[in-house]
């Protein structure tokens, strides 16, 4: 039903195009003043209306005015980022030619806030923008790591060097123990998931904005306590058409290691150090000194990566387009993974009249290979470049599979016979009608519909002859394919009033009403006895009641959905003062039937100092100052499972009867996590605009948390997810960015962004003032998941033994659990980026840097190789510096020392600055081919995590969980050559 009312509604629209009235219409061309060159991209409004066009690359325009508008009084607005806006009376003319200059009050730009739009003057709230132009050529699959450091506030850990894979990002800190930390991303009105942004192209983007505290996030209500990632995408431009090609092609490869493994030499000595475990005789000591095999060698290749886009945009004062096309295909660095992509888009918008309307949409199609990483299996062939032997070979001399003497599998074996695939479809996008009142003016009518729809296929064949075969399906191999579809819908209807009174006085009003629901539903299946060459289902031997192969199968299905009304009012005095104020009501079916709606709400104050008379005699310093402080509250109601609140059954048998077995209590007092905070501070433009600086105090309290209640044992169950707890994150924000010289030939910019947050837990269960959980400890007046480990103090020189030192501090040979204190938290409080761009005519070098300090790391990875009881495969070159009666001085034990792991002699700083990003371009000049057709050329160069600064014993320090497990994919160290084409 409400597809064929939107099909209706689509066709009397495209009538009321035909029929509309029209009005006179104004040309003419905009420029720059001060070199009189064109200016294409200037917005040409209407004022008091929606009708507007763009000027196309000639500086030209051509509007007509609406027929319920007089001409002679109508006032068009010209309007462009960094240039002064104009606004003139058309009065009798039919062309008008507008020259603008250089706008050095940088806070009349134009902000996304998500549902609005609002000049940085009065936005109260703590916003900050990364331009698209910064990531869209970031040779990175998923376009969220090139965020890192990008603006203060937002730490992205990319965690994975694995073609496609998410980063993990956090807006000012972790403000949930058990729920999801994640921000709610929304491109183009639409709900998307960080999950599927590998098949997503980065170079379709306008803009990305990062709303951070209450203010600017309330408006999301229960979806925003996270942080808000609002993606605009790019739109058309009226005027000619205008196409632009794309392509890279570059190489990767593994970054280094900072934890060095034995060579044969080493290793074989090692072991006869420690009575020749393997019973080596001399001939075959003689044979294995013959082989060194480097594992990083073997399993790290080059990677390449190849990138086109092809793109078009134009239309005409009516309807405009922006359609693209793209192919991304990345090979990892070790074998047998990647990305290959293929997206599309196409985005139109449209006026008829009083109405307009668009389509914004992305269609997408990735095909995954992986292995798996961040685990201790033996099968995992990640973990095979530290743990196998370096006198083992991939290969016999007949060419077959070595079978490696300490029983580990030939993990090259593993990764090449073993297939993991993905593949999936992807699709995003949204329709909108708007309606402006002809009978009250200011009155603008909207609704958006929009979804989100992913499907995947995974597939996962093991072959009988590997470990994994051998182990996991009794010899028999397995093919296995499973299914998933996820589609999420959101609806936005809202009604806004603007308008002005008296001289001075400016207020905007908006009503929302928004459902947002999300389906999930999975099958997957996996059959046993693998014959003949077949690697799909046709291998599968059918199961009976006498060969055993049953195909094992399952499935599951999730729903959540979310009921909002809320409203936004925006209030202005004199264009210098400025209110905002936002409420909303959600209601939310993941929780209890007592505590599914909630409240929320905000208030944000800006106030433009520098248009103060008073401020007069500073005006020769600052061009711009605006003071900003807001409070409000936003919700988290992300939990791992959609049904946390619901009592849940699952069926049993018992002695041969089927029946239901209760898996969860009821919990209907189960509500959101809520967050207030407190926003303050001081934005400034000076240097005649070339100095841009924001400084910002947060203050983010997050009570009712999620965490789990024991209750009495008579229940059958041991406990119950609740909201109990407070957690807090308080910080500053700094940012700087400007030009430091400015010349018609030549610039240097440069632009840094840092933030520190203290994390801190203010109250847990009752009266509990702890909850230890392995390594980690939540203790009140401590930050979240903090290190607890008893403190390693080296080597007793007399014996060899290990040291520690006790909780009062005394050094000990007796580790003692009860000894652990907080050694650090893994929680970052540092971090930021800083880069610089030089430009000389059309030539352009720029380079950016992120960093990390204060966290601590647990190196898990280093644990299995310092271990002595693993002699039997390989181990670090720093136990080659065991105590000895000839090594006293060490801080590795004798071999017989018990070892203890969970001590601080793993655990490391987690500091680094990187090289994010450096790229080198040209543009040639306009008179070498003006000739042929072609507006633009643009040769570049760039080069993507190409150097590491660490101390970090890894390949790579970055490590969202705290802890590195094993089997690590370190990040990609790319280098693209590029072309940019323009038509």
């Known amino acids: 039903m409400r597809k064929f009312v939107l099909m209706v509604f689509a066709l009397v629209l495209c009538l009321v195009e035909q029929v509309a009235a029209q009005g006179r219409t104004i040309s003419g061309t905009v420029t720059e003043q001060a070199t009189g060159e064109a200016l294409p991209g200037v917005s040409v409004i209407v004022k008091g209306t929606t009708t507007g066009v763009s000027t196309g690359v000639d500086g030209g325009y051509s509007i007509t005015i609406p027929a319920n508008v007089t001409a002679e009084t109508a006032t068009l607005v010209f309007r462009q980022i960094g240039m002064t806006t104009q606004e003139i009376v058309i009065g009798n003319r039919s062309s008008i030619n507008v020259a603008l200059s250089a706008d050095t009050r940088q806070l009349s730009e134009v902000v996304v806030t998500g549902y609005t739009t609002q000049t940085q003057r009065e936005v109260a709230g703590s916003v900050s923008t990364v331009k698209a132009e910064e990531i869209r050529q970031v040779p990175l699959a998923s376009f969220d790591q090139a965020l890192q450091g990008r603006a203060p506030g937002i730490l992205v850990q990319a965690n994975s060097g694995q073609p496609g894979a998410a980063a993990n990002v956090v807006i000012r800190g972790r403000g949930s123990l058990r729920g999801t930390n994640d921000p709610l991303y929304i491109m183009d009105g639409v709900q998307i998931s960080a999950a599927d942004f590998a098949t997503l192209n980065p170079a379709d983007f306008e803009s990305l904005t990062i709303l951070k505290d209450a203010s600017a996030t309330s408006i999301y209500g229960s979806r925003g306590a996270n942080g808000v990632v609002v993606i605009t995408t790019r739109k058309g431009l009226a005027g000619k058409t205008r196409i632009n090609y794309d392509v890279q092609y570059g190489f990767s490869r593994a970054p280094e290691n900072r934890l060095e493994v034995m060579n044969t030499e080493q290793k074989l000595q090692y072991e006869l150090q420690r009575g020749n475990p393997y019973g080596w005789t001399d001939e075959e000591l003689v044979e294995l000194r013959k082989v060194d095999t480097n594992w990083e060698d073997v399993f790290f290749k080059t990677g390449t990566t190849k990138n086109h886009t092809l793109s078009a945009s134009g239309g005409s004062e009516k309807t405009t387009y922006y359609l693209s096309g793209s192919l991304f295909d990345q090979t990892g660095t070790v074998p047998n993974t990647g990305l290959e992509r293929y ?149 936005t209807t809202s009604a806004t009033y603007s308008t002005s009174f008296g001289e001075d006085h400016t207020l905007s009003v908006g009503l929302f009403n928004e459902i947002v629901n999300r389906k999930f539903r999975t099958f997957n299946f996996t059959g046993y006895g693998l014959g003949g060459a077949f690697q799909n289902e046709a291998g599968i031997t059918p199961g009976n009641a006498t060969n055993g192969y049953i195909p094992a199968v399952g499935g599951s299905g999730t729903e959540n959905a979310l009921l909002s009304y809320f409203t936004n009012i925006n209030y202005g005095f004199k264009d210098r003062y400025f209110v905002t104020l936002g409420a909303r009501r959600d209601g939310s079916s993941r929780f209890g039937a007592n505590r599914r709606y909630a409240n929320f709400g905000s208030i944000g104050f800006s106030w433009i100092l520098s248009d103060e008379a008073f401020f007069e005699g500073l005006t020769g310093v600052f061009n711009d100052v605006k003071y900003k402080i807001s409070y409000g509250s936003a919700g988290n109601q992300a939990l791992t499972d959609d049904f946390a609140s619901r009592e849940l059954f699952a069926r049993s048998v018992y002695a041969g009867i089927s029946g239901l077995s209760q898996l969860q209590l009821a919990n209907p007092d189960l509500q959101w996590e809520r967050k207030t905070t407190f926003n303050t501070g001081l934005e400034f433009t000076t240097l005649n605009g070339r100095l841009q600086a924001t400084g910002e105090f947060y203050n983010a309290v997050t009570s009712d948390l999620f965490l789990s209640r024991q209750l009495s044992r008579t229940t059958g169950f041991t406990n119950l997810l609740s909201n109990v707890g407070e957690l807090r994150n308080r910080g500053v924000e700094l940012a700087l960015n400007g030009d430091i010289i400015a010349s018609p030939d030549f610039t240097w910019s440069a632009n840094i962004s840092a933030t520190y947050n203290k994390n801190e837990v203010l109250s847990l269960v009752g009266n509990e003032e702890e909850m230890i959980e392995g390594l980690y400890i939540q203790r009140v007046g401590e930050p979240m998941n903090s290190l607890y480990v008893v403190r390693y103090a080296g080597v007793n020189p007399d014996n060899g033994n290990a040291q520690y030192f006790t909780r009062e501090g005394e050094i000990t040979e007796v580790y003692d659990p009860n000894d652990r204190v907080i050694v650090g938290s893994v929680e970052t409080p540092w971090f930021g980026g800083f880069g610089t761009t030089l430009r000389f005519k059309g030539l352009e070098l720029s380079s950016f840097f992120s960093f990390v300090t204060g966290n601590k790391l647990y190196n898990n990875d280093r644990a299995n190789v310092e271990h002595p009881q693993y002699l039997w495969d390989n181990l670090s070159t720093s136990m080659l510096n065991e105590w000895t009666p000839d090594n006293r001085v060490t801080d590795v034990p004798r071999p017989g020392s018990p070892f203890r792991s969970g001590t601080t002699r793993f655990v490391e700083d987690g500091d680094f600055l990187r090289l994010r990003n450096i790229n080198l371009s040209y543009e040639l000049p306009q008179s070498i081919y003006s000739g042929i057709g072609i507006s633009s050329i643009r040769l570049f160069a760039q080069g993507q995590n190409l150097k590491t600064w660490t101390n970090f014993k890894g390949f790579d320090p970055e490590v969202s969980t705290g802890s590195l497990v094993g089997a690590q994919y370190p990040a990609l160290r790319t280098v693209t050559f590029g072309l940019n084409v323009g038509f």
């Open 343 to 491: 997206t599309g888009r196409a985005n139109v918008e449209s006026n008829a009249g009083n109405f307009n309307f668009g389509l914004n949409s992305t269609f997408g199609y990735s095909e995954f290979t992986n292995t798996s990483e961040a685990n201790t299996g033996i099968n995992a062939p990640l973990n095979a470049i530290r743990w196998t032997n370096p006198y083992e070979t991939v290969y016999d001399e007949e060419g077959n599979y070595t079978q490696m003497t300490s029983g580990q599998p030939n993990a090259m074996q593993e990764l090449l016979e073993n297939k993991n695939l993905r593949q999936q479809m992807k699709a995003v996008g949204n329709i909108y009608v708007g309606y402006q009142a002809p009978f009250l003016e200011g009155l603008s009518l909207r609704t958006t519909w929009g979804g989100d729809f992913t499907g995947n296929e995974q597939t996962a064949f093991v072959n009988p002859t590997t470990y994994t075969g051998q182990f996991s399906t009794g010899g028999s191999g397995s093919f296995g394919r499973g299914y998933n579809r996820n589609f999420s819908y959101t609806g």
